[in-house]
Each structure stands twice: as structure tokens, then as C-alpha cells.
Nanobody, 120 residues
Framework: QVQLVESGGGLVQPGGSLRLSCAAS????????MHWYRQAPGKQRELVAT???????NLHDSVKGRFTISRDNAKNTVYLQMNSLKPEDTAVYYC??????????????WGQGIQVTVSS
């Protein structure tokens, strides 16, 4: 079984910073694409950032210049560094990953989500 566990969320003032982490654990052979999504109240879930196993990255236009995605392959962990946070960044943030298992075919997994609130 595989789990994705997010951490690092919370309440921050506008202009502040947070760093989200998502660690994958279980019967993992390798992890390819890793993503961060977010879902604000009353809105659809949207893709915020993607990083490949080769460290190629892609960011949603609304977070370019403010957010950075990175990963530590040895720890099967992906990070989202969020700077210059705005109230509109308030959402539940979800980690998502394509994981090759040691005893089965690759599958897509979701974390449980973590709240980020930007407010004064």
C-alpha cells in the first residue's frame, strides 16, 4: 500500500510564505510525475504545479514568480515553496503522484489535502 502525507499548511498573512511537503511511503519502486493541486471553496480543483522525475517543472500562470516546486527523489518527497501569498491562494492543497510499485503496475495516488489560509 502507498500513502501520500502532506504537511506544512496553516494560516499566514498576505505577503507571507509557507512550504508544503508531501512524502510518499509504501511499496514504491519509483515516482514519476508529482503534482500539487488546490481547491478553493466553491471552485473546481486546479493544477498548481508539476515536476517530473527529471526535475522539469510547470506552474500555473497565477503562481509563476511566487511558487516553486521541487523534489527529493531519495525521500520520495515533493515540496511547494509558496512566497508572496495572496488571499486568493487560500485553498486545500493536494499532493498527487504517479507511482511505480514494487509489486504491481503504476498507479496514481492522492494525499488527504492540507489547508492553506491567507488572511490578515
Amino acid at each position: 500500500q502507498v500513502q501520500l502525507v502532506e504537511s506544512g499548511g496553516g494560516l499566514v498573512q498576505p505577503g507571507g510564505s509557507l512550504r508544503l511537503s508531501c512524502a510518499a511511503s509504501g511499496n514504491i519502486r519509483s515516482v514519476s510525475f508529482m503534482h500539487w493541486y488546490r481547491q478553493a471553496p466553491g471552485k473546481q480543483r486546479e493544477l498548481v504545479a508539476t515536476i517530473t522525475q527529471y526535475d522539469d517543472t510547470n506552474l500555473h500562470d497565477s503562481v509563476k514568480g511566487r511558487f516553486t516546486i521541487s523534489r527529493d527523489n531519495a525521500k520520495n518527497t515533493v515540496y511547494l515553496q509558496m512566497n508572496s501569498l495572496k488571499p486568493e491562494d487560500t485553498a486545500v492543497y493536494y499532493c498527487n503522484a504517479d507511482i511505480w510499485l514494487t509489486n504491481g503496475p503504476p498507479r496514481n495516488y492522492w494525499g488527504q489535502g492540507i489547508q492553506v489560509t491567507v488572511s490578515s
